[in-house]
């Protein structure tokens, strides 16, 4: 039964409706883990009002029912506390227009505008995740959107409970059918596709999308209190991967520096006195550092490598130090720091030459110094007697910095993950002195105070250290519990060097990794429950994941303009204008041609009615098992005569020709249309 007027206008049918749902949930459930869970509940909610109305167990809802909702929607949005000009503000109201649209879903072009709704969804996802596993489920969402899109097409009389009932065998045929249709329709695609991501320009986005401030940044930050790292240390996820181009460096050997933390209050380090040291942090200054090649002393050899920086919305990079190359969207910051251009809202790929051997900075100026040797006054006086005694025994500072080194090695200090609270004040003696029990951060904090105390420059640095290396993918991964802090002392003629106390304590947290040096302690990950890092058996299986990941980002996700020319070059030589629209013309008639063959279009095109093409498919059939119709033969003659030969299949020709001639010559079945030919498919089906 359909509405008068354009095909548009038809009612949509009840198996539509449900693709229709199921088309929804899937396009909305990834997002659910960056967006309020409710949302999903309200498409549940609207869907499931809107199928009782269509099986007429309950009223359509009127209009003021639709305004209060759509207010509680707002209100439930603005209690969420999301920030009103936002990404996640913005993909919420989306989704709950994405939503309430379920409830007056009455005409095809009604589901036209949820499906490509749907279709604008799928891209927002790619804002929050590039992920191999989110670009598959993503092909499903799209494969199963076009399938709603083919059901909501399709006609027939389903819109009561008493032929949906009988309509359900029907329902699930359709299911495979739609879905076939839809990858089919795709899989043609698929070569255009391919043709855009090799030969489209790339170019740098033109702006960026705001994102909830808090909610999007991880990883390390930029200050330090005693246990922030241990916090920081007990997630699995993925802070970047490495690729090295020559040899790897050894695994003690494998700093990865990104903040430099000077000014001390007390409790917290921080990269600076924000009350005497303006911030250079997205400011144009910082922006117009260039390779610190004036206050280094080249040496050694340089270690080549490309790193890609997973997702954090900061714009921390870690590195090895010194950088003194980089290629790409990074700037040299202070203190031999390496920042990314904008915030890191996507994976980032860039490489980098490090010299381990340079000297940095032979001669200390006077600002840098003061900012290096500053303490807060009159605290932890116990670890200030203990810095004078231990600098009144030595013979140079090379020495007092080996005694204070030993001190954590021959006293009973203890490396763990639990460290106990140290208070408010006087940090630094409730740890040195008292409760000797500490994490990276506590190590760092407690020599650079004791460093600073008998007047050398010193300064926490907090990155990564170490990492996993994947045989498979031949790159390093370094998670977040590879988050680790260090120091960097100042010494006459040698410039800043790497002092790691915590290895002094544990070294083979530094020698071989986290998991190692807490396996006595067995606190590695215990937030962490499903961790599969914490698994050894599934070590093969986590790392054969990781390195398709790692393959996807580096050469599907980075194929920036230089990787692509560089493809390009070495697939077709050189390249000019004339001979890239040459190529491009060539694959795009190539693409052309497959679609006129696979579709057929340069045959004849024969309108034949379906029960037309089904009964030559079963004259077929029956001319294979010897049965063959004469010209002359009406179908009721035909199957007479077919039964009588073939006595076994008797029942399946009188049904296939029964369901042939109502749709032949009984008006009425036209209404029943699928039915007739579900059927009639069936009993083929059932003859082979």
Same mark, same amino acid.
């Given at each position: 039964?359909?509405?008068?007027?354009?095909?548009?206008?038809r009612?949509?049918?009840?198996?539509?409706?449900?693709?229709?749902?199921?088309?929804?949930?899937?396009?909305?459930?990834?997002?659910?883990?960056?967006?309020p869970?409710?949302?999903?509940?309200?498409?549940?909610?609207?869907?499931?009002?809107?199928?009782?109305?269509?099986l007429?167990?309950?009223?359509?809802?009127?209009?003021?029912?639709?305004?209060?909702?759509?207010i509680?929607?707002?209100?439930?949005?603005?209690?969420?506390?999301?920030?009103?000009?936002?990404?996640?503000?913005?993909?919420?109201?989306l989704?709950?227009?994405f939503?309430?649209?379920?409830?007056?879903?009455?005409?095809?072009?009604?589901?036209?505008?949820?499906?490509?709704?749907?279709?604008?969804?799928?891209?927002?996802?790619?804002?929050?995740s590039? #992920?191999?596993?989110?670009?598959?489920?993503?092909f499903?969402?799209?494969?199963?959107?076009?399938a709603?899109?083919?059901?909501?097409?399709?006609t027939?009389?389903?819109?009561? $409970?008493?032929?949906?009932?009988?309509?359900?065998?029907?329902?699930?045929?359709?299911?495979?059918?739609?879905?076939?249709?839809?990858?089919?329709?795709?899989?043609?695609?698929?070569?255009?596709?391919?043709?855009?991501?090799?030969?489209?320009?790339r170019?740098?986005?033109?702006?960026?999308?705001?994102? $909830?401030?808090?909610?999007?940044?991880?990883?390390?930050s930029?200050?330090?209190?005693?246990?922030?790292?241990?916090?920081?240390?007990? #997630?699995?996820?993925?802070?970047?991967?490495?690729?090295?181009?020559?040899?790897?460096?050894?695994?003690?050997?494998? &700093? @990865?520096?990104?903040?430099?933390?000077?000014?001390?209050?007390?409790v917290k380090?921080?990269?600076?006195?924000?009350?005497?040291?303006?911030?250079?942090?997205?400011?144009?200054?910082?922006?117009?550092?260039?390779?610190?090649?004036?206050?280094?002393?080249?040496?050694?050899?340089?270690?080549?490598y490309?790193?890609? &920086?997973?997702?954090?919305?900061?714009p921390?990079?870690?590195?090895?130090?010194?950088?003194?190359?980089?290629?790409?969207?990074?700037?040299?910051?202070?203190?031999?720091?390496?920042?990314?251009?904008?915030?890191?809202?996507?994976?980032?790929?860039?490489?980098?030459?490090?010299?381990?051997?340079t000297?940095?900075?032979?001669?200390?100026?006077?600002?840098?110094?003061?900012?290096?040797?500053?303490?807060?006054?009159?605290?932890?006086?116990?670890?200030?007697?203990?810095?004078?005694?231990?600098?009144?025994?030595?013979s140079?500072?090379?020495?007092? %910095?080996?005694?204070?080194?030993?001190?954590?090695?021959?006293?009973?200090?203890? &490396?763990?993950?639990?460290?106990?609270?140290?208070?408010?004040?006087?940090?630094? /003696?409730?740890f040195?002195? /008292?409760?000797?029990?500490?994490?990276?951060?506590? &190590?760092?904090?407690?020599?650079?105070?004791?460093?600073?105390?008998?007047?050398?420059?010193?300064?926490?640095?907090?990155?990564?250290?170490?990492?996993?290396?994947?045989?498979?993918?031949?790159?390093? $991964?370094?998670?977040?519990?590879?988050?680790?802090a260090?120091?960097?002392? @100042?010494?006459?003629?040698?410039?800043?060097?790497?002092?790691?106390?915590?290895?002094?304590?544990?070294?083979?947290?530094?020698?071989?990794?986290?998991?190692?040096?807490?396996?006595?302690?067995?606190?590695f990950?215990?937030?962490?429950?499903?961790?599969?890092?914490?698994?050894?058996?599934?070590?093969?299986?986590?790392?054969?994941?990781?390195?398709?990941?790692?393959?996807?980002?580096?050469?599907?996700?980075?194929?920036?303009?230089e990787?692509?020319?560089?493809?390009?070059?070495?697939?077709?030589?050189?390249?000019?204008?004339?001979?890239?629209?040459?190529?491009?013309?060539?694959?795009?008639?190539?693409?052309?041609?497959? @679609?006129?063959?696979?579709?057929?279009?340069?045959?004849?095109?024969?309108?034949?009615?379906?029960?037309?093409?089904?009964?030559?498919?079963f004259? $077929?059939?029956?001319?294979?098992?010897?049965?063959?119709?004469? %010209?002359?033969?009406?179908?009721?003659?035909?199957?007479?005569f077919?039964?009588?030969?073939?006595?076994?299949?008797?029942?399946?020709?009188?049904?296939?020709t029964? #369901?042939?001639?109502s749709?032949?010559?009984?008006?009425?079945?036209?209404?029943?249309?699928d039915?007739?030919?579900?059927?009639?498919? #069936?009993?083929?089906?059932?003859?082979?």
């Amino acid at each position: 039964m359909f509405t008068k007027g354009f095909p548009q206008d038809r009612l949509i049918t009840y198996s539509g409706m449900l693709w229709l749902l199921a088309a929804q949930i899937i396009v909305m459930l990834p997002l659910m883990f960056y967006l309020p869970i409710w949302l999903l509940p309200v498409l549940i909610f609207s869907a499931a009002w809107r199928i009782r109305v269509m099986l007429g167990k309950a009223k359509q809802p009127g209009i003021v029912t639709k305004i209060i909702l759509g207010i509680v929607g707002l209100g439930a949005l603005k209690l969420s506390g999301l920030p009103l000009v936002s990404l996640e503000m913005t993909a919420s109201l989306l989704i709950l227009g994405f939503a309430y649209k379920s409830l007056e879903v009455i005409q095809r072009r009604d589901s036209m505008v949820v499906i490509l709704t749907g279709f604008v969804l799928i891209g927002v996802l790619f804002l929050y995740s590039q #992920s191999i596993l989110i670009t598959l489920y993503s092909f499903v969402s799209v494969v199963v959107l076009t399938a709603a899109m083919i059901a909501i097409q399709q006609t027939g009389n389903q819109n009561n $409970a008493k032929t949906v009932r009988s309509n359900k065998g029907s329902l699930k045929s359709g299911i495979f059918s739609n879905v076939r249709l839809a990858s089919g329709m795709l899989l043609l695609c698929l070569p255009l596709m391919v043709l855009f991501f090799l030969f489209a320009p790339r170019f740098q986005p033109f702006w960026t999308v705001p994102t $909830a401030g808090g909610h999007a940044k991880t990883g390390i930050s930029d200050s330090m209190s005693p246990g922030d790292i241990a916090n920081l240390s007990q #997630s699995d996820e993925l802070a970047f991967s490495v690729n090295f181009k020559g040899k790897r460096p050894k695994q003690s050997d494998l &700093y @990865w520096r990104g903040l430099v933390l000077q000014h001390f209050d007390g409790v917290k380090w921080t990269q600076e006195d924000p009350e005497m040291t303006p911030r250079l942090m997205g400011k144009p200054l910082f922006s117009q550092l260039k390779a610190p090649t004036t206050k280094v002393e080249k040496k050694g050899e340089a270690i080549d490598y490309s790193i890609i &920086y997973q997702k954090t919305g900061q714009p921390w990079m870690f590195a090895l130090n010194p950088v003194l190359d980089i290629k790409g969207q990074a700037f040299y910051g202070p203190n031999f720091r390496v920042v990314a251009k904008t915030d890191i809202i996507e994976p980032v790929l860039v490489q980098f030459s490090s010299y381990p051997d340079t000297i940095k900075e032979p001669e200390l100026d006077p600002a840098t110094r003061i900012i290096n040797l500053q303490l807060p006054e009159s605290e932890n006086p116990k670890s200030r007697l203990l810095a004078e005694q231990l600098l009144a025994s030595s013979s140079s500072k090379e020495e007092y %910095i080996q005694r204070v080194l030993n001190r954590f090695r021959e006293k009973q200090y203890f &490396y763990t993950l639990r460290p106990p609270l140290l208070g408010e004040k006087n940090t630094i /003696d409730g740890f040195l002195i /008292d409760s000797l029990k500490g994490f990276c951060a506590h &190590y760092a904090g407690s020599f650079v105070f004791m460093m600073r105390a008998a007047g050398i420059p010193a300064r926490v640095v907090s990155g990564y250290q170490g990492g996993e290396w994947n045989e498979k993918g031949q790159f390093l $991964a370094v998670h977040q519990f590879d988050a680790h802090a260090w120091t960097e002392v @100042w010494l006459a003629g040698k410039g800043w060097q790497r002092f790691d106390p915590t290895a002094m304590v544990a070294p083979q947290r530094i020698e071989q990794n986290l998991q190692a040096a807490m396996q006595e302690e067995g606190s590695f990950l215990e937030g962490q429950i499903l961790s599969l890092n914490k698994f050894k058996w599934l070590s093969g299986l986590r790392q054969q994941f990781d390195s398709l990941q790692y393959g996807w980002q580096r050469f599907v996700l980075n194929f920036d303009s230089e990787t692509q020319q560089s493809f390009l070059k070495k697939v077709f030589g050189e390249m000019s204008i004339r001979k890239t629209m040459f190529i491009v013309g060539g694959f795009f008639g190539g693409i052309i041609l497959l @679609w006129v063959g696979f579709l057929g279009l340069a045959r004849k095109r024969i309108n034949e009615a379906p029960e037309h093409q089904l009964y030559r498919r079963f004259c $077929a059939l029956l001319e294979k098992k010897g049965i063959t119709r004469e %010209i002359s033969q009406t179908p009721e003659v035909f199957s007479k005569f077919a039964a009588e030969k073939l006595p076994d299949f008797a029942l399946a020709i009188e049904e296939f020709t029964q #369901s042939y001639a109502s749709l032949c010559y009984n008006p009425t079945a036209a209404a029943k249309q699928d039915f007739y030919l579900d059927k009639m498919k #069936s009993v083929l089906k059932g003859m082979k």
